[in-house]
C-alpha cells in the first residue's frame, strides 16, 4: 500500500525539507519502517525505546487518530493520508 505521509517542521530535517513524503506498508508500524528505510532517524523521533508511539506524537491515518483505531497496527489503505503530529504545550 502507498500512502503519503505529512511531515511536521520539526522533522523535515529527516526527509531534506520535504513536508510530505510516500510511503509503504498495510499498517502503520510498517509505514514507519518504511520511512525509517528511507529518512534514517525519523523513526526514533516516532517511537519511543520500547518500539511505542511516543507519548507527545500525534499520529493520523485518514484524519482518525490512531490512538483510538489499532495504533500501530491500524491499517494504512492505498491512498491514505498519514499526518505525523507533535503534542504542543504551554502557554500562559
Known amino acids: 500500500m502507498s500512502v503519503n505521509v505529512r511531515i511536521p517542521t520539526i522533522l523535515r530535517t529527516y526527509t531534506g525539507g520535504q513536508a510530505?513524503?510516500?510511503a509503504e506498508g498495510a499498517t502503520l508500524s510498517e509505514v514507519i519502517q518504511?520511512?525509517?528505510q528511507n529518512?534514517?532517524?525519523i523513526a526514533a523521533r516516532v517511537l519511543d525505546d520500547t518500539g511505542k508511539l511516543r507519548r507527545f506524537v500525534n499520529v493520523y491515518v485518514?484524519?482518525?487518530d490512531v490512538r483510538f483505531e489499532q495504533g500501530l497496527a491500524t491499517?494504512?489503505?492505498d491512498g491514505a493520508g498519514v499526518s505525523?503530529?507533535?503534542?504542543?504545550?504551554?502557554?500562559?
Open 20 to 22: 510530505e513524503v510516500p
Open 34 to 36: 518504511n520511512l525509517e
Open 39 to 41: 529518512h534514517a532517524g
Open 62 to 64: 485518514n484524519d482518525d
Open 75 to 77: 491499517p494504512t489503505p
Open 84 to 92: 505525523i503530529i507533535p503534542a504542543v504545550a504551554g502557554g500562559c
